[in-house]
């Protein structure tokens, strides 16, 4: 089976606007087109997602049931652990059910843009109810307008709380809001002065939220004063400022270098990005259009583009689910891989999110990804132990640690795998596999996962190949 | 399912990673081993944010006692350095340590607009950031950078925990992440990773990346497991994760290895509630492990080329708070041990109870400067190019 171009372009677009291929794409993806493909992604994404709700009863009465945040005050030591405990344990629900999901929809393209959004407007707060909050308007804006999506999240709950706007009044404005929404979300540093920030701050002034999560203007707290916030001079207010951020050419400038690097390359092309940031601003921050300009684009699909983007934690270990598909037993198992391997989702390491790239490369990180294959597939143990977080664990012993699983149990479906590559000849599989799974230049040398491969039956060695070619460092890259 | 470990991985004989590593390595191999005798940091962090005004107890302070009722240790209590400040009980060997020269104590460490967030201070502490930039490397990781530039071998600074932390992640260097040496010898030791290493022609530059990394950890686990063999210490360390850690980084401190910087975790710190048992547990282990640790060091004659520094990412608050625990602060003390230091016992003044910033501790020494004095006082490196800017050296080295 030779390499065909036009496989290992779709494989491309699979992988970088979706979470990878499975077995039952193998077989069509040698003569669809990258537009037709394309098409299908865009279409399969249009629909509205569903909402995640997996805040327990527990919490849920207890929010619906509180008329105002001051009788948040009047609870007891106890009952707020508690409160606490069950918010930890329904974050990793959260967790678990989004990892599903990218698994698992035909919407791939839209989580992926969602698994975006969630890194650019990393938050962590402990609340399941405004983290799921988050999440939903990040989900119903991924491929939607950046205008909208900006507005929502700098109104959500979660995101005030965590940038302390909720502090932030006249009498004693907090700038952590407003700065970070200059610095992180829109124009990115150096294209404003101190003043400015000062001067967003005082606009934001009494932007916040109650128990239920939601948005609050609390007027009292509001400065009405006369603000210059980037050369313009007025009583703005906090949309306003995020008008203003959008009017700036350098907020497209900023966002669209952020989707580059993450979807195409780390290294910028500046040609490419000026294109594209300059019809990003024209289509009014359109986010589809961008990305189509982006995936329906040659350039896109060129050598230097192709197998040289180092997944993430979570895209590498979606993206083995999605082509072995399997039941775990103890599914909480893909918390501690995350922890491991550096990115647990709604856990992002500060509010810039992750750096990516080769920062999530090291040699234990990079050992343990070469292990979860054999570990998923109950070839291998799994003896690591994560860092405690003190953020979820209080001090608490045990409260978040698991104990060490050892042996991953797994259920694995190998049907659909076995049907895509069964109709090749025995002599062409592990080309063909190792053509499905790597998108590197380099590959690695046949003989020695043919070596190690086992040869008993045609079954078996389609499966133990599969194993060993995504157990190379080549398997890390997309 | 049906494969087996076996069918797939085969354990591999003796055979050392160096026959494996790809050509275009090789000549890397045996650069800048650093002789024995050299000078080594061990840097103990205390996660979680220890309370450091029950560590060391200004034992004449009324404030101190009226801010916490409860939780204030008497000057009965106390281990006594001073007539004004006493050690946690917990800690006798640190006392022992005190008076013998070999402890020195930083009070009111920080640095400016301090956030009370764990992972956020904690990652200011490791990157040495101010607390308004993010940076993606730690302040160890680029000293390895500094120091390392082409080494074969990122073994110069070793962290014992099975994830490596921020702290010693560079730009173009990384510690490695050991907890057990046979362990990651074992895992390293497959040989079809060793076969795919060796097979690997120099191709593109991502890809050279990662079999770089794979290449250094592989041959790293046999050099790593075969120094930790060389010592055993005769000395019984207590049975428990810190001792365990440190009896580690004792045998490969004793060995032959070019490793600086020895890194290890201690936690968890956070003790909003029932404070006393929680740090009194974690310090009879620290305090259990460290001396059996100075003890082995001293019998080998390497104590003065040792120091150990503690640290935590944030103090706690003066005042109690309802549930006989103290809530997030800001400055804190250090621990700096060694055989060698120059200056010694408490090092400069306790932190000053009457004058608060909304209850939290201002900080008179930032833990910057502590960072510049060890790397250029005690690991020979350019601390300004490493931290960014020139930081004030102290003399306690």
């Known amino acids: ?478 | 399912m049906l494969l087996k470990r076996k069918e797939f991985l085969k354990i591999s004989s003796l055979a050392t990673a160096s026959v494996f590593m790809p050509k275009f390595l090789k000549a890397f191999e045996t650069k800048n081993i650093v002789p024995p005798g050299n000078r080594v940091l061990v840097v103990l962090q205390m996660s979680g944010g220890n309370d450091g005004l029950n560590t060391v107890i200004p034992v004449r302070n009324d404030i101190y006692y009226g801010a916490r009722p409860r939780l204030g240790i008497t000057k009965d209590q106390a281990l006594l350095l001073t007539d004004e400040v006493g050690i946690n009980p917990a800690l006798p060997a640190f006392k022992e340590l005190f008076d013998s020269g070999s402890l020195g104590i930083m009070n009111g460490v920080g640095y400016p607009n301090p956030d009370r967030s764990h992972f956020r201070s904690m990652d200011i502490w490791q990157t040495a950031s101010d607390s308004n930039r993010f940076v993606y490397t730690g302040w160890l990781g680029r000293y390895l950078d500094a120091q390392c530039d082409g080494c074969g071998k990122p073994t110069q600074a070793l962290e014992v925990d099975d994830v490596l932390s921020l702290a010693l992640k560079g730009e173009n260097n990384k510690g490695i992440a050991v907890k057990d040496p046979k362990r990651l010898y074992n895992t390293s030791n497959e040989k079809f990773f060793k076969e795919i290493n060796a097979a690997h022609r120099q191709e593109d530059e991502v890809v050279d990346y990662l079999y770089k990394i794979m290449s250094e950890t592989l041959s790293s686990a046999d050099y790593i497991f075969q120094q930790s063999r060389l010592h055993q210490s005769s000395l019984i360390y207590p049975a428990t994760e810190l001792g365990r850690n440190l009896k580690t980084i004792a045998s490969l401190i004793m060995s032959d290895i070019n490793t600086k910087v020895y890194y290890v975790s201690l936690g968890s710190f956070d003790t909003h509630v029932n404070q006393e048992n929680q740090q009194k547990r974690l310090f009879t282990e620290m305090n259990d492990a460290v001396s059996v640790f100075v003890k082995d060091l001293k019998n080998n004659n390497r104590f003065q080329d040792v120091v150990i520094m503690t640290f935590s990412e944030f103090g706690r608050r003066v005042a109690q708070n309802a549930s006989g625990g103290t809530d997030h602060g800001t400055a804190n003390n250090m621990f700096l041990i060694s055989g060698g230091l120059r200056q010694k016992g408490l090092l400069n003044a306790m932190p000053d109870l009457a004058d608060l910033d909304e209850g939290d501790l201002k900080y008179s020494v930032d833990f910057k400067s502590v960072y510049a004095t060890i790397l250029r006082q005690w690991l020979d490196a350019e601390d300004v190019s490493i931290l960014g800017k020139k930081y004030d050296y102290l003399n306690f080295i």
């Not at chain 1, 920030?197 to 609050?216: C, L, M, P, Q, Y």
């Not at chain 1, 909480?332 to 391997?341: G, S, Y």
């Open chain 1, 1 to 478: 089976m030779p390499a065909s171009g036009n496989q290992l372009k779709n494989q491309h677009l699979l992988w970088r606007a979706a979470f990878g291929p499975m077995p039952q794409n193998v077989n069509e993806l040698a003569d669809i087109s990258q537009k037709d493909l394309y098409g299908v992604l865009v279409k399969k994404s249009s629909r509205n997602p569903e909402e995640f709700n997996v805040a327990s009863n527990l919490f849920d009465g207890f929010i619906k049931g509180v008329q105002d945040i001051t009788m948040l005050q009047k609870l007891t030591q106890d009952q707020r652990k508690m409160l606490r405990q069950q918010s930890v344990n329904d974050l990793k629900n959260l967790n678990l059910a989004w990892l599903n999901e990218m698994i698992n929809t035909d919407a791939q393209l839209r989580e992926k843009m969602s698994l975006f959004w969630h890194g650019h407007f990393a938050c962590r707060v402990i609340n399941i109810y405004f983290h799921q909050q988050l999440l939903n308007i990040i989900r119903e804006n991924a491929l939607g307008n950046f205008g909208d999506l900006l507005r929502e999240v700098s109104k959500s709950a979660a995101m005030l709380s965590f940038l302390n706007n909720q502090q932030n009044r006249k009498q004693h404005p907090n700038e952590n809001f407003a700065r970070e929404v200059m610095e992180l979300f829109t124009m990115g540093r150096g294209n404003y002065t101190e003043e400015d920030v000062k001067e967003g701050a005082r606009a934001f002034t009494g932007w916040g939220f109650n128990i239920h999560g939601d948005f609050v203007k609390r007027p009292f707290a509001h400065d009405n004063g006369i603000k210059t916030f980037l050369g313009r001079t007025g009583n703005f207010d906090g949309d306003d400022i995020i008008n203003i951020l959008l009017a700036q050419e350098q907020t497209a400038r900023f966002i669209t270098q952020k989707i580059y690097k993450y979807f195409v390359n780390d290294t910028i092309d500046n040609e490419k990005l000026n294109w594209l940031s300059k019809r990003f601003y024209q289509n009014n921050y359109d986010i589809q259009k961008l990305m189509a300009d982006i995936f329906l684009n040659d350039w896109f699909y060129q050598q230097k583009n192709m197998g040289t983007h180092i997944k993430s934690p979570v895209e590498l270990l979606v993206g083995i689910r999605r082509f072995i598909p399997m039941e775990l037993d103890k599914p909480e198992v893909q918390l501690l891989f995350q922890r491991a391997l550096g990115q647990i989702l709604f856990y992002p390491p500060n509010v810039a999110g992750w750096p990516g790239g080769r920062n999530w490369i090291d040699s234990s990180s990079l050992m343990l990804r070469l292990r979860i294959p054999q570990i998923l597939a109950n070839a291998d143990e799994f003896v690591i132990r994560p860092k405690d977080d003190d953020d979820t664990m209080m001090g608490m012993e045990g409260v978040e640690r698991m104990e060490r699983p050892g042996q991953v149990n797994s259920t694995v479906n190998w049907d659909e795998v076995i049907k895509a590559f069964g109709e090749t000849p025995w002599e062409n599989l592990q080309l063909h596999i190792s053509n499905v799974l790597l998108q590197t230049e380099s590959k690695v040398d046949p003989a020695i996962p043919d070596k190690y491969a086992d040869k008993q039956s045609k079954e078996n060695y389609i499966k133990t190949t599969i194993v060993e070619l995504m157990s190379t460092p080549e398997y890390q890259l997309c």
